[in-house]
């Protein structure tokens, strides 16, 4: 595996976030038992990205897709997820597009040249900029 | 990397997708992710962490001190079949008491068996010893 063991460990205290959100308010969660949950939670990536290479393999592709993940679920046995992935995945990419087209206006507001073109996109951008305001509440945070 | 900054539930994704990949490209085989891929992975481990702590609290024993322990975990490893890949990392414990009579009780076993064996027999017992202890 990798040379640093804590590298394949997840941050606990998100990890214990995520716990508490699945329970009833005010369950205790011993520190083992939290501990357990935190390296179930790297053997099931291991475990799904073993599963997922499998399926990219299988359409002679190098590189992991949504799709081969989704197909993982399946296999695994954890069908019940496949609905809530595909919808968090669909925020997801409308997300990253707002965000390439938030950059690309930044680009624009140097280039003096294609000031017109960005006029005619910057309509589109703004409607849906607006939808995803009203489904999202959070900020967006350029990274 | 994603994990986003504002605060609340509310975010898309609480896990880090950085360490996620760190974790993903740890196998083998695997040579490039899809960005995509990273998210739902991530997203997807989520899920599995809420579910496993949701089932192993309800069919486990800690709730009746409203608490989530590792019994719960660990017997949800054995008892139910899509958790049975957590099987090896989650294994039941035993009390010391009782390991030391399963030795007592192999070492037994071992002295019924023929006396040309015994050289296998040894080693065997030995093996044994280091397995559980593991």
Same mark, same amino acid.
């Given at each position: ?143 | ?27 083998? $085989? ?7 891929? @990273?998210?739902? #992975? +991530?997203?997807?481990? %989520?899920? =599995? ?14 709730? $009746? ?7 719960? @975990?660990?017997? #949800? +490893?054995?008892?139910? %079949?899509? =958790? ?51």
């Amino acid at each position: 595996m990798a040379e640093r063991p804590e590298d394949l460990n997840l941050p606990n205290a998100v990890i214990t976030r995520i716990i508490k959100e699945a329970l009833p308010d005010g369950v205790n969660i011993s520190k083992e038992a939290r501990s357990a949950i935190s390296r179930a939670a790297s053997v099931f990536v291991l475990y799904a990205t073993s599963c997922a290479n499998n399926f990219a393999m299988k359409g002679k592709r190098k590189t992991l897709n949504a799709g081969d993940v989704l197909s993982a679920m399946e296999e695994m046995e954890f069908q019940r997820f496949v609905t809530p992935l595909k919808e968090s995945l669909e925020v997801y990419r409308r997300e990253q597009k707002g965000k390439k087209e938030a950059r690309k206006d930044k680009d624009k507001k140097a280039d003096s040249e294609e000031q017109d073109k960005s006029r005619e996109e910057e309509n589109d951008d703004d409607d849906e900029r607006m939808d995803e305001e009203e489904q999202n509440d959070e900020e967006e945070v350029d990274n | 990397m994603a994990a986003r900054l504002s605060g609340g539930e509310n975010r898309l994704v609480s896990l880090p997708l950085s360490r996620i990949r760190v974790i993903m490209k740890s196998s083998p $085989e695997v040579s490039s992710i899809n960005q995509d891929a @990273l998210f739902l #992975t +991530a997203k997807a481990t %989520e899920l =599995f962490v809420q579910y496993l702590a949701a089932y192993s609290y309800k069919h486990g024993k800690g709730k $009746e001190k409203n608490a989530l322990t590792y019994s719960d @975990l660990s017997h #949800t +490893a054995e008892e139910c %079949e899509t =958790f049975q890949f957590l099987a090896d990392i989650l294994p039941k414990k035993i009390l010391a008491s009782k390991y030391l009579k399963m030795l007592e009780k192999e070492k037994q076993d071992g002295n019924v068996r023929e006396d040309d064996e015994e050289d296998e027999e040894e080693a065997d017992e030995h093996e044994a010893v280091e397995d559980v202890g593991s």
